[in-house]
């Protein structure tokens, strides 16, 4: 799924081969194997958080039937093979509406797949602070009536404002969780945690949003 972006970017292809590309699904599949044996104090729940690119939908679903993930969650890192979270910089000279476009397009589609049980972080692309130069409430309630029809989550996170506070608001923009809870979608909160210590970062604050919209 990943050689055209490694292919556009040699940021991303050193990046996909340092760090996410050397990971294993086998190996993934035999620690939840071993967790599961095991007896915690906490209820654990084992998923995918998996970049959604529409020509590899049928590939992902294949990839992950009859695995028994408890939770899929699709989202969308890449429009047209940009890494648009990885560097500020990398978008020096891009057309910020075709990149808001196309993303919020895939994001609809995500919707539409039926491949997963939530979307991841809806509005990322905002982490930056770029902005386009025209309305996004129509992709809002389009996303969100495809989200509802497909029984879909979206999730509310502090990943970007915790990376970005001084670009990024903290979980998505107000109208969007405002569109979404309208059209019942439901919300989840998480910390978007790379590491043990972002677990938690700001949950409190996020549920207060949701309940505030």
Known sequence: MYDSVCAYSEYVDAWFHRNAGVHKLTDYLELIERVRNEQFPVKIKFGLEICY???FEGFAFELTEG???DFLLGSIHFVDNFAFDHKAEHWAGLDIDKIYR???EDS???????IFDGIGHPDAIK???HTPSYSLSDYYERLARELSK??????????????CPETASLGMDKELLRILKNNNVKIITSSDAHCPEDVG????ELNSLIAGS
């Open 53 to 55: 690119f529409k020509e």
């Open 67 to 69: 695995k028994d993930f």
């Open 102 to 104: 196309r993303y919020f």
């Open 108 to 114: 609809i589609s995500l919707a539409k797949s039926r």
């Open 127 to 129: 982490l930056f602070g």
């Open 150 to 163: 497909s029984n879909m989550y979206a999730d509310q996170n502090s990943g970007a404002a915790r990376r």
């Open 201 to 204: 970062y700001k949950i409190k």
